[in-house]
């Protein structure tokens, strides 16, 4: 039996990359072990040449991120109240390929949003009555895909036509006090095309992608589906809102009143137009001040033919987390804000 040693890129980033959070731009720098041959990316934007850093000839690599491309993701949070930046990273050491050595990085900015008090002298000739209040924090939500049941594993990786279920969370101190709701969801491919697939008032508009959301608990949110991609790129990204109402005494918590939706009804996210009223309508339903953004993603392989027998399918339930290697947040401090980047895997 022959054995085969391949030999890998006598290179690799060199301690902690360095994260810069700018007012309009996240930055990220690599120190390399040797000098530097490769390619600093934005994931999935290779082709972009503004997504995109050809390094040559320093053992310095990095790239810098405009807010507005790049598949930069901005999500409104209210606990901490702020906004994240989030953007994925790929640093290359072979100038065509994609090899072992090669990392990517989760990076992350957290803007906090400023508390302003406002204060004046007054004076009062008799005795005032003084007032207890207690600070009650806003529920932190999340967005999760699972594997097929409310209680399933996240699916990072799916097969197209894999049963999960789209699952929307919240968590908070206190009991009976608040109410969620799931409305404005889209889906886009990381390229531009976005396609809605929740309206403004938290209705389905397309059964064939998502029915209509069902509401187990007053913080929770939920729908079965089923593994979908584009034509031709395998990542979806899902982004939705929540606003957080408060929930009056003894009552209940409000809920859309949804029609079935049709097949098809999905519609371009650039092309949806709010008239002036409806506007006013939605402004009024949902409170701007208390709404959130939440995220996730998957990665949609294809369906192998059965008769390729040389292709073999992966274990994906088994087998996701061995594809990541994930290590130590890494956190950085500016003025302007607060940056993360979560570990590495292997690209």
Known sequence: ???INAIPIDNGVEGEPEIECGSTAIAVNFNTRNTFEGHVYAKGMYSEQDCRN????????????????????????????????????????HPQFITKVDRIYRLQCFYMEADKTVSTKIEVS??????????VPMPVCRYEILDGSPSGQPVQYGMIGQPV??????????V?????????????????????LINEEGCALDKYLMNNLEYPTDLMAGQEAHVYKY????????????????????GECIRPQCSEPQGFGATQRQAVERSSRKQRDISAWYDP????????????????????????????????NELMDLSPIHIAFNPTGLCLSNGTFVA
């Open 1 to 3: 039996m022959a054995i």
């Open 54 to 93: 050809d390094e040559g000839g320093r053992q310095v690599a990095g790239i810098t991120l405009s807010f507005d491309s790049c598949n930069v993701a901005r999500t409104r949070s209210l606990n901490p109240r702020g906004i994240f930046v989030t953007a994925v990273v790929v640093i290359t050491f």
């Open 126 to 135: 008799e005795m005032t009555t003084a007032f207890a209040t207690q600070l």
């Open 165 to 174: 279920y789209h699952k929307w969370t919240c968590d908070t101190e206190t």
């Open 176 to 196: 009976d006090t608040f109410c969620a709701l799931v409305h404005s969801c889209y889906v886009d491919d990381g390229n531009g095309d976005s396609i809605n």
């Open 231 to 250: 034509a031709d790129r395998s990542q979806l990204f899902y982004q939705c809102q929540i606003t957080i109402q408060i929930k009056e005494p003894n």
């Open 289 to 320: 001040i208390n709404t959130m953004d939440v995220r996730t993603e998957i990665s949609a392989l294809e369906i192998m033919d059965e008769n390729d027998g040389n292709i073999p399918l992966l274990n994906l339930k088994q087998n996701h």
